[in-house]
């Protein structure tokens, strides 16, 4: 029920999405490319937090190791950008690992502390190095995806609806029932036979992949890398409010999320400075009064029958 | 014929503390063993040790054959060990269905699509333990035997050598334990070793072939069933030794001014009923003792006079009700509880804790409290700088009881306060229970499930049991009347 529920309401989204190069203009086409490429960060974090129910408080951690690896390697070695994109992905699962390993053998908040840790240490390695990176001014990339604002809104939706079709597909597929299980109760789930390690272990891989790779994609189309964007502790704040507003647990509600956050920034700029109070005060008031978020609310009406 | 199970020499230290002491026991195929000792004896952590959630100090765990003490939960589960938890923590979004078939999947991370054959087995399961017609639904929807069918339904899907089941029928109505006496019965039948851990020899007497009876970490004895509930020694520690009763100093009007009338209290946890239709009344000044099994709702009575949990019913405080009011209105108005986990700030001293209790005290009243308490407690006197966390268990029983005292209650509530103390710790705090009685007016309800430390003090006892009062009356006449139930 729940399933065909979904596929009526992201269906016709997605055919609306892929239709609007057609219709708007190419300021409107470059923000939902910014918000699709969120989406995937956010879709990634919820699969670690609403399923193997790990807070990661650095998500941009993740992102940034995957899009400065990404940078340098274009930057100082030319290296064309799919080799660049599969070795961000890839230095990103490397760093999460990491990070993972101890990470996870510890419980209540210290996992989240670390991995908030992590992104300060990440952000002041790339200040320290300014001489390497390009510190706060940014890393300029030689390559970009491309020039045309269809053509790098057509990248950003394609790249989003597959990871979400791969993320949503592995929370519903037995190993994301297993996943559920270990969040919510590790003691249960191991007596049930399951090694609760290796599957939160694989949970933080796939998030960390999804993550690199959006971070090396993001880059490529901005042109240039910059702690800003792509590793600031703002950045992963977002991520976070993205999926909680749009709802845990659903994947898709996570992509919502973050298309309303930057869209409802942009529409909010007139404000100024208020912008992002209103956006930030919208968010509480889902959080607070509507924990299931967006989409959670949706499916759940759906689901009850 | 080589048991499925052997345990033998296990140990589990906490600490200083010995949770279990070179316990041993075999179970063989097809036989049922009964693991029972009151609160605090370390049955539970012997459950633990051997599914791996702790890990024993030293021992062996003989699965099969095979020692797996100290694996990893997954891997001794994967081995043939299977568990019944007595708490249900379903997930919210999937059925029942699928909770069966979560239990069905391999340890496997490369499973994208559920196989038809591991549906069907599901489907199979739920008929078998009676969730044929509810598999479709949510678990949120279920009443609460159906959740612990479900338990049973995960620990029958992974069919493992050997069941551990916790407290089977907790919660349960008598016919719900009929149906369930009939699942555990079927696993014998199909020749899986079964371990069931209880508090009482009543509550399992009739499934089990041996009973194992546990106190302070060691065991006292196995046999049968029967032969355990004549067992000397199992008697004296449900029951206690001989029972001394000592009358306190009449007072004019004790006993006579009501100050706590509670009726027709009634307690839901979720689904479970906590406490069915209670009616306790304590008089100004009486010293009245509740008696019961760990689970009997002792707890929760004090909580909900506390204000802590919602009920149906009345709490009247001194002629007033106390619906709606706040935990905090109600212990200013006098009635302060000293709860069963004691809840010290563990990296204050003892002395910044017994503060805290006299905050509303004017300093020269605290002053006074505290030079009584410390004559009541003079270890407390002694060890003043010591953060509460280094003390021993009985100290800080002490110290809880001491903070509670600082605040002057009108009616002082204890909650098992000799959880997890040894018998000496347990002799000093009896005597200065008893001082605290005999030298003044102050009202006490206590609850106990150790009857040898409740009723020597006690002016008035009740019994509870599954929910419910079922005696009510004078200490002197409890073992004859209600001594034989309590086994």
């Known amino acids: 029920m729940l399933r065909s529920r979904t596929f009526q309401i992201v269906v016709p989204a997605l055919l609306v999405m892929a239709l609007l190069p057609l219709g708007v203009g190419g300021y409107i086409l470059g923000l939902l490319t910014l918000a699709y490429y969120y989406a995937v960060f956010a879709m990634s974090w919820d699969l670690l937090f609403g399923f193997a129910g790990e807070v990661n408080f650095g998500p941009s951690f993740l992102i940034g190791v995957g899009a400065y690896t990404a940078a340098l390697l274009n930057h100082y070695w030319m290296w064309p950008i799919p080799a660049c994109l599969v070795a961000g992905a890839i230095a990103a699962v490397i760093g999460g690992a990491v990070l993972a390993v101890p990470a996870l053998r510890l419980t209540g908040p210290y996992f989240g502390l670390v991995t908030l840790v992590a992104v300060l240490l990440l952000q002041n390695m790339l200040v320290l190095f300014a001489g390497i990176t390009g510190g706060e001014i940014g890393l300029d990339l030689p390559d970009v995806l491309s020039i045309d604002d269809s053509t790098n809104y057509y990248y950003a939706l394609a790249f989003m609806t597959v990871s979400g079709g791969i993320l949503f597909g592995l929370s519903r597929s037995p190993v994301g029932l297993i996943l559920q299980a270990s969040g919510q109760d590790a003691i249960e789930a191991a007596a049930l036979g399951f090694n609760v390690a290796k599957h939160k272990m694989a949970a933080f891989c796939i998030s960390a992949f999804f993550s690199g790779l959006a971070g090396a994609m993001l880059i490529f189309y901005l042109g240039t890398a910059s702690v800003g964007t792509v590793v600031d502790i703002a950045v992963g704040v977002n991520v976070i409010i993205a999926a909680v507003l749009g709802g845990r647990r659903t994947i898709i509600g996570a992509a919502v999320g973050a298309i309303f956050l930057i869209g409802a920034g942009e529409i909010l700029r007139p404000l100024g400075q208020l912008s992002t109070f209103v956006v930030s005060a919208v968010a509480l008031v889902v959080i607070l009064f509507f924990p299931s978020g967006f989409m959670g609310r949706l499916l759940q009406s759906g689901g009850r029958e | ?487």
């Not at chain 2, 851990?197 to 399992?204: F, L, M, Q, S, T």
């Not at chain 2, 229970?433 to 003044?440: A, D, G, I, K, S």
Request: glycine letters at 12%.
């Open chain 2, 1 to 487: 014929m080589t048991a499925l199970l052997e345990v033998s020499g296990l140990t589990k230290r906490f600490g200083g503390l010995v949770a279990v002491k070179d316990i041993g026991f075999s179970i063989n195929a097809g036989e049922i063993l009964g693991l029972i000792g009151p609160n605090g004896s370390g049955k539970s952590t012997v459950m633990k040790c051997i599914m791996g959630i702790e890990k024993p100090n030293a021992g062996s765990v003989k699965l099969d054959g095979t020692d797996v003490a100290g694996w990893p939960t997954h891997r001794i589960a994967r081995h043939g060990v299977g568990i019944v938890f007595q708490h249900a923590r379903p997930l919210h979004r999937q059925t029942i269905l699928e909770h069966i078939q979560l239990a069905l999947l391999p340890d496997n991370l490369f499973m994208l699509v559920t196989d038809h054959k591991i549906t069907r087995r599901a489907e199979e399961i739920a008929e078998r333990v009676g969730l044929g017609q509810v598999m479709h639904r949510l678990p949120r929807t279920l009443p609460f035997a159906d959740l612990r069918r479900l338990e049973l339904a995960k620990a029958i899907a992974r069919n493992p050598k050997v069941v551990l089941v916790d407290e089977p029928f907790a919660g349960l109505t008598a016919g719900e334990v009929a149906d369930f006496s009939a699942l555990i019965g079927s696993f014998r039948a199909e020749g899986h070793a079964v371990l069931l851990v209880d508090h009482n020899v009543k509550g399992v007497a009739a499934l089990v072939d041996r009973v194992l009876a546990m106190y302070l970490g060691e065991k006292i004895t196995e046999a049968t069933a029967e032969e355990v509930m004549r067992n000397e020694t199992v008697r004296r520690v449900y029951l206690g030794g001989k029972i001394e009763t000592a009358a306190r100093p009449d007072r004019e009007g004790k006993g006579h001014t009501p100050l706590l009338d509670v009726r027709g209290l009634g307690v839901l946890y979720g689904k479970a009923t906590a406490l069915d239709d209670v009616s306790i009344h304590v008089g100004e000044g009486e010293f009245v003792s509740v008696v019961g099994l760990n689970g009997a709702g002792k707890t929760t009575l004090f909580n909900a006079i506390s204000g802590l949990v919602p009920f149906s019913g009345t709490v009247a405080w001194r002629g007033e009700t106390l619906a709606g009011k706040t935990p905090g209105a109600i212990a200013r108005g006098g009635i302060v509880q000293c709860p069963e986990s004691r809840e010290l700030f563990g990296d204050m001293s003892i002395r910044e804790n017994l503060d805290l209790g006299g905050q509303h005290l004017t300093v020269a009243e605290a002053g006074k409290q505290l030079d009584w308490l410390f004559g009541l407690f003079p270890i407390l006197k002694s060890r003043q700088g010591q953060a509460a966390r280094t003390l021993s268990g009985g100290e800080q029983q002490m110290l809880a009881i001491a903070r509670a005292l600082m605040m002057k209650p009108k009616l002082l509530i204890l909650d098992e306060p000799t959880l997890g103390l040894a018998p000496v710790i347990l002799e000093q705090l009896s005597k200065a229970l008893e001082v605290l009685r005999q030298t003044t007016d102050i009202t006490v309800l206590l609850g106990e499930q150790n009857v040898t430390f409740a009723l020597p003090h006690a002016d008035r006892v009740y019994v509870i049991e599954h929910s419910r009062i079922v005696w009510e009356g004078d200490p002197g006449r409890f073992a004859e009347e209600a001594g034989a139930g309590y086994l």
